[in-house]
């Protein structure tokens, strides 16, 4: 089946940790996003990447890192630098670029919750 | 700044009710608005709106887009329990090449 796999679905971490989490997707997409939810706050964007070996900064990318080494693969590591990082975090690609007209889809999503 | 509002933030109606949710925008360079359904991880693409005025359907659901109101409604009649769910808004902002996401609201239908 083709999609977007994200793991793991659920995480703790202890401040002070950094962690990573993964999405692998099998859809041939060029573009991949990460992006934090909230309750009330809706998605907001924190990286995404057009190409493989690229990658741009979203609206809240401090104490977030990504690559992009693998067409399908766009890992996130949290660092310990994110300040409030308890969040579930979504994955998504899309074939092109948006302003194209390229629907987003996106994962399952990964719990984080710092204990 | 760019901003993407949604109205109501939480609906709860019976099943068999019409129901119509907001979305209105301030977003520089708009390219498109479009609409999701989150049911309880991964949002559902819905509908893709760019021009205004034209009627996007798709079974008991429908939607428009009103560029010179900055706003678009999703309407959904004679729902059902499987109806519940968050419907996300978004809006292509085509200089910064990201969407821009509204808060959500939260639907419930009660049987």
């Known amino acids: 089946d083709g999609g977007i796999t994200q793991s793991p679905k659920y995480l703790f971490r202890k401040e002070g940790q950094n962690v990573t989490l993964s999405c692998e997707q099998n859809?041939?997409?060029?573009?991949m996003y990460w992006y934090r939810q909230d309750p009330g706050q809706g998605l907001r964007l924190i990286y995404y990447?057009?190409?493989?070996?690229?990658?741009q900064k979203g609206d809240i990318a401090e104490g977030y890192s990504v690559s992009r080494e693998k067409k399908e693969s766009f890992p996130l590591t949290v660092t310990s630098a994110q300040k409030n990082p308890t969040a579930f975090y979504l994955c998504?690609?899309?074939?092109?670029?948006?302003?194209?007209?390229?629907?987003?889809?996106f994962g399952e999503g990964s719990w984080l919750t710092v204990v | 700044e760019d901003k993407v509002v949604q109205s109501p933030l939480s609906l709860v109606v019976h099943e068999g009710d019409t129901v119509t949710l907001n979305c209105s925008y301030e977003?520089?360079?708009?390219?498109?608005l479009l609409w999701y359904k989150q049911e309880k991880k991964a949002p559902t693409f819905l509908f893709m709106l760019?021009?205004?005025?034209i009627e996007k359907k798709s079974g008991r659901l429908s939607s428009i887009l009103d560029k010179k109101e900055l706003s678009s409604i999703l309407n959904i009649t004679a729902t059902q329990t499987g109806d519940s769910a968050i419907y996300l808004c978004?809006?292509?902002?085509?200089?910064?090449?990201?969407?821009?996401f509204g808060q959500g609201t939260r639907l419930t239908i009660n049987p």
């Open positions: 998504a690609s899309s074939a092109g670029t948006i302003l194209s007209g390229n629907t987003i889809y």
């Open positions: 859809l041939n997409h060029d573009a």
């Open positions: 990447s057009q190409i493989v070996n690229d990658f």
């Open positions: 977003v520089t360079n708009f390219r498109s």
């Open positions: 760019t021009s205004s005025g």
């Open positions: 978004a809006v292509v902002h085509a200089g910064a090449q990201k969407l821009v």
